[in-house]
C-alpha cells in the first residue's frame, strides 16, 4: 500500500485503540452521549441497514469479511443470517468488546481478528462489508484498497464513501470548534468519479463494476455514502 495508506491507518490505530477507545465503546453500546455523538450513532445506525440491505437476507454458506468491525455490530447481524464471518479491525480493544457482546449462539460463525482488513491470510470471501473504514482514505488510496480485497471476493464489495458535498465540509469545518473528545480522525471527501478514475487505473479490476451510488445517510455530524463494487 501507499505511504499515505500507511500513514493514516497508523494514526486510525493510535485514535481508535487509544484515545478514544472509551468514547466509540459508549458510541457504540445504548450508554448516553453527547447530542453530537447522538448523530453520528444515529447516522450508523441507518447505514448499516442500508449496506445489510444491500446483501441477501439468507448469508447461509457464505463466507462474509466485515472489513473494521469495530464493536462488532454488523458481524453479529451478518452471522444471524447465517453467513461465516471473519470480523478485522485495528483495534484489539474494540474487537474485545465485540467478542463480550456476541450472542453465545453465534460466536461460532465469528472470527475476530486483529490487524490489517486487507490482511491475505483472511482467506476468500463471497462478500465483503467496510462500513466507514475507508473514509479516511484518498481515492487513490480507496481503489488501492479495494482491488486489493476484490482479488480475493466473488461476488461483491459493499463499502462506504464520504461524499464530496458543500455540506460535508462546512460541517468539518464548524466541527473544529467542538472539543478534540467529539472529533474523530479527519475524514477524505471523494466524488463518484475521482473512485471511478482511480479504479480504471488498477490491475485487475477489468470484472468488477462499480454499481451507481446506494443509499446516502446523513444525520447531523454524520454524512456517509453507501457504494457497491459488484463482480460481473
Excluded at 15 to 20: E, K, P
Excluded at 156 to 168: C, G, K, N, Y
Amino acid at each position: 500500500m501507499s505511504d499515505t495508506f500507511e500513514h493514516t491507518r497508523g494514526r486510525l490505530e493510535a485514535y481508535f485503540d487509544g484515545t478514544a477507545n472509551e468514547a466509540w465503546k459508549r458510541l457504540m453500546s445504548d450508554a448516553p452521549v453527547s447530542r453530537i455523538r447522538a448523530t453520528v450513532r444515529a447516522g450508523r445506525d441507518r447505514m448499516r441497514a442500508e449496506l445489510l440491505s444491500l446483501l441477501p437476507a439468507d448469508l447461509s454458506g457464505a463466507r462474509v469479511l466485515d472489513a473494521g468491525c469495530g464493536a462488532g455490530q454488523l458481524s453479529i447481524e451478518l452471522a444471524a443470517r447465517g453467513a461465516e464471518v471473519v470480523g478485522a479491525d485495528i483495534s484489539p480493544k474494540l474487537l474485545e468488546l465485540a467478542a463480550s457482546r456476541t450472542p453465545e449462539a453465534l460466536r461460532a460463525r465469528i472470527a475476530y481478528r486483529a490487524g490489517d482488513m486487507l490482511d491475505p491470510s483472511h482467506g476468500d470471501f463471497h462478500y465483503v462489508v467496510a462500513m466507514d473504514s475507508l473514509i479516511h482514505y484518498r481515492a487513490a488510496d480507496i481503489a488501492h484498497g479495494l482491488a486489493a480485497l476484490a482479488q480475493r471476493t466473488r461476488t461483491a464489495i459493499v463499502f462506504t464513501v464520504a461524499p464530496r458535498t458543500p455540506a460535508l465540509s462546512i460541517m468539518h469545518l464548524a466541527g473544529k470548534l467542538f472539543p478534540r473528545s467529539d472529533r474523530s480522525p479527519s475524514i477524505e471527501p471523494v466524488t463518484e468519479a475521482a473512485l471511478c478514475r482511480a479504479l480504471a487505473r488498477e490491475a485487475g479490476m477489468d470484472d468488477w463494476a462499480l454499481m451507481p451510488p446506494r443509499a446516502r445517510v446523513s444525520s447531523g455530524f454524520y454524512i456517509s455514502q453507501a457504494m457497491e463494487l459488484r463482480h460481473a
